[in-house]
């Protein structure tokens, strides 16, 4: 049978620290495979930076940063294949892997820059990208699919 999808992503969530979440993101080779990060904009003043890094979210910045920007704008991407899609200045800095590959399994730091000392919001994701279509039979699971 022909796929229609583009991207597919199932998550679940891990923990509710008041400070850092964590989630497992579960994706297929050769999909695109939406990471998702979004954080609260009432008005233009609290469009704010971020960053997505390789590995656990550090005390300040991503460790091995692989996209940023300056709250408008993507100011440095370390690769193509990392794409932010939503709208940032709506607080939508969900991390797209195009053409996901097993490598790009592992752990993924959201980090939104808050005024203030230690207010950053952060997320680790556990991203894990398997040969096979995934099944989700769990009701814990929560599925975004966008078709083409």
Known sequence: LPRALCSTSVWFFLSADPTVSELIVIGE?????TVPCHYSVRDRS???SMCWGRDRCPNSKCSQP?????GWRVTEQHSSRYQLKG??????VSLTIVNAREADS????CRVELPGWFNDQLINHKVVI????ISTAS??????????
């Open 46 to 48: 609290g469009i704010t």
């Open 139 to 148: 009701p814990h699971t929560y599925t975004s699919e966008q078709t083409s």
């Open 130 to 133: 398997t040969k096979e279509r």
């Open 29 to 33: 080779v050769g999909q695109d495979v």
């Open 66 to 70: 692989i996209i940023w920007t300056d």
């Open 87 to 92: 709208d940032l200045q709506q607080g939508d």
């Open 106 to 109: 592992g752990i993924y730091c």
